[in-house]
């Protein structure tokens, strides 16, 4: 089966053919992987990666690992790396934990990117700033004695007492 004519199947309007193409790339899919990321790095705007990033993921672990080994040796750039890396589930998480742990190659922000889609809730944005609670609850962990902030900031005042067991010295 040619990688164009598997595509427009996958991405058609038929659902039957849809369905065939998307059992065999997962039957046949790492065989076909590499062949996938040939093509697809002459692919120009976003509409053009959705069939290539939906082939992938339902490719899975072996595609993951050949995209990931293809950006190692710059066969993908590392943009198209990184968005093509959005493409895998939950199959994938170990992988991610790997990449996300890995210290040579500048990929770990997608590893932690994968990691924490995988844990969020689908169509919900993980939680983050000054209003939401979670992070409301991190900055009350961080209070010291009496809620005065620790540790107090660069223009505040000095703490008044020490952690390292020794009494603070009085300026006066």
Known sequence: MKIESLLEDLDGADPARAEAAAAWLMAEGGSVATELLAEVAAVRGSAGLKPYTRALGLIGPPAFDALVEAGRREEVAGWLLGRLLTAF?????????????????????????????????????PPSGPGCAPCAATRRSRRGPGGARWPPSSQGAAPTHSTS???????G
């Open 165 to 171: 067991g020794t009494a603070p010295r009085s300026s």
């Open 89 to 125: 589930d939950e199959r994938c998480a170990d992988r991610y934990a790997a990449l996300a742990s890995d210290p040579d190659h500048g990929t770990s922000g997608n590893g932690f990117s994968g990691l924490l889609r995988l844990t969020t809730p689908a169509g919900r944005t």
